[in-house]
Structures are given as C-alpha cells and as structure tokens.
C-alpha cells in the first residue's frame, strides 16, 4: 500500500474513532418528541454547542408514558456506571412515581442541574363570580365538589398546585373536584362553555387566551409577580403557595466523579451563556438553576412535599 492509501486509512479510522468516542454522550427524553422534556433536552445541547461548551455529538433517545418513568426506569436499569449519560426529567415524574408505583428512584441518579421552570395559573370566565382568587378560594371552601377545576394529569403539578391552594385557604384536600384534561386548549374550553368553574395550567398554555379575553388569570404560583401579566401571585393574594413546573438534568447511577463534576461544570456554564438566555427568551422559560448537590437537595425536598400532598389528596397511600 502506498503511504497516501496508509495515511487516509489512518485518517478514516481515526474520524471512525472520534466518531463513535463522541457518540457515548446519550440523553434520555422520558417524553414523545415535541413536548417539553425533549425541547428541553435538545435545546438545551443545542445551546451548549452554539457557546462552545460541549461541540462534540450527542444521541438522544425518545420513550414516553407514565410521567416519564418509563423512560426513566429503563434509564436507571440499563446506564449504571457509564460516564456520559444523561436523563431529562422534571416535578411530574416526582408525583408520577408515586401514582404509578414505579421503581425509579430519584435519590440513585446524579443530580446535574436544574434549568428551567414555569410557573402556574388559575383562570376563571371573565364573566365568572370569582373577582380575585380570594373569591375563588372561599367558593372552593365551602363547596369544593361543587367547583370543577380542570389541569393536567391526575397527580401533577396543576393537581398540586390546587391542593396546595385548598391547604392553604382551609378547603379540604380530599373533596377536590379536579377534572384531568387532554390539554391546555381542552381546558379553556371547559372553562368557557361552563363545564368548568377554573383551570389550572402553566402561563404559557392561558396566557394567549386570557390576552384574546375568553379566560381571565386570578393568580400565578411564582414568588414574584410576573412582567405583562397583571395578575397577583399566590402568596401576595394570601396563600402561601410558590410551585414550578421545573425541568433538569440527572446523571446515571454511579456515574464516575470526574465526569459528573465535569457535567455539572459544562451546565454551570451553559446556564450563564448568552446562547442559552436566548433559548430561554425563544421558549418563554424561566431560569431556574440549580446544580450539583443543592439540586440533589431540592429533589428530596421536592419529593417529600409532593408525596405529603399526594396522600392528603387521597391520591396516594
């Protein structure tokens, strides 16, 4: 063989080498693609590659049901150990283990760094006799079969967000009459022809209605109130309820120190990139970062709470 055939063999199988080095990086997308786990999941890379942080490829896998802990759960049984794996996950799948009496167990993964969040809403017809959530609260009060409220899945952010709602304002848990919807749009429908007394959702699913006048936003589940949107929070209102529909990142089980601490590292960066601020504009999230153990924590936490509420719902033993 001549050299020029030797080098470009050489050249071939190192291309080859590095080709298949980079592909170890594999995310897991517990979610159909197009939903809010996968944006996160691939914009997030996308960003990290656009600030130069990590360049090389990345193989994302998509497996969706049961709040994500299907994806999860094969995750967790087929990734421990490997250096380079990754999962997106957020406050669903907290409440989803639970319903689904799932074997994933949050406290094994490495905890990378949380992202994102958005906040929740309660929207009621601008013709509705609920002026202000204090309104809607005392109607829950005294007649909570009697108030249908429309949100996500049974067990989700949205039911929990209203239980934690009826905690606060002395309305009880357990006689919550919370009606699951397929989405968003189902929801403002049920809203606007009367099947529904309120809904429940993130402000991106209401916002849009609430600017067209078919739905008016009692309140918002952030600890601050939000720019464009004149409505009060949760808290400013009297309730002391503060919840995100967050999202992040976990490592795999035993993932080795040295690529964990870089992992986190990598995020830490990519949370304080202008690429990723931009994302975040372009989607209409909010960040909320957290990383390493801090997020490890907030996951215990976040769990604890969650499974307390589930249970005072009768929605969990």
């Not at 050299?3 to 080709?19: E, H, K, M, V």
């Not at 995310?27 to 159909?32: D, W």
């Not at 967790?76 to 997106?88: F, I, S």
């Amino acid at each position: 063989m001549k050299l020029s055939g030797i080098l470009r063999s050489c050249i071939a199988a190192t291309t080859f080498f590095a080709a298949a080095a980079s592909a170890q990086v594999s995310v897991m997308l517990p979610a159909n693609p197009g939903g809010g786990w996968d944006g996160t999941g691939r914009q997030a890379f996308s960003a990290m590659y656009k600030a130069g942080i990590y360049t090389d490829s990345v193989s994302f896998t998509n497996k969706g049901g049961a709040g994500g802990t299907i994806g999860l759960a094969e995750f967790q049984n087929g990734t421990t150990g490997k250096p380079d794996n990754l999962a997106v996950f957020g406050a669903i799948t907290v409440g989803a283990i639970t319903l689904n009496k799932s074997p994933v167990d949050l406290s094994k993964f490495r905890p990378v760094a949380r992202l994102t969040a958005e906040y929740l809403v309660l929207a009621v017809r601008p013709d509705a006799p609920y002026k202000t959530l204090e309104d809607f609260a005392k109607a829950l009060k005294e007649n909570p079969g009697g108030t249908p409220v429309g949100g996500g899945s049974a067990g989700g952010v949205d039911h929990i967000a209203l239980a934690l709602l009826a905690q606060a304002s002395g309305a009880p848990v357990n006689k919550l009459n919370y009606i699951p919807q397929a989405g968003g749009a189902d929801t403002v429908t049920g809203i606007v022809n009367g099947t529904l007394k309120a809904g429940i959702s993130g402000i991106s699913e209401f916002q849009q209605f609430a600017k067209s006048g078919r739905v008016k936003i009692l309140g918002i589940t952030s600890a601050e109130r939000m720019k464009g949107l004149d409505a009060p929070t949760f808290k400013e209102a009297g309730y002391d309820v503060e919840l995100a529909n967050w999202r992040g990142i976990l490592g795999s089980v035993d993932m080795p120190e040295d690529n964990y601490k870089a992992w986190v590292d990598r995020f830490t960066k990519l949370n304080e990139s202008d690429a990723w601020k931009q994302t975040m504009a372009t989607q209409g999230w909010d960040q909320f970062f957290l990383a390493g153990p801090e997020f490890g924590s907030f996951i215990k936490d976040e769990s604890d709470r969650i499974n307390k509420i589930l249970k005072d719902a009768g929605l969990a033993k």
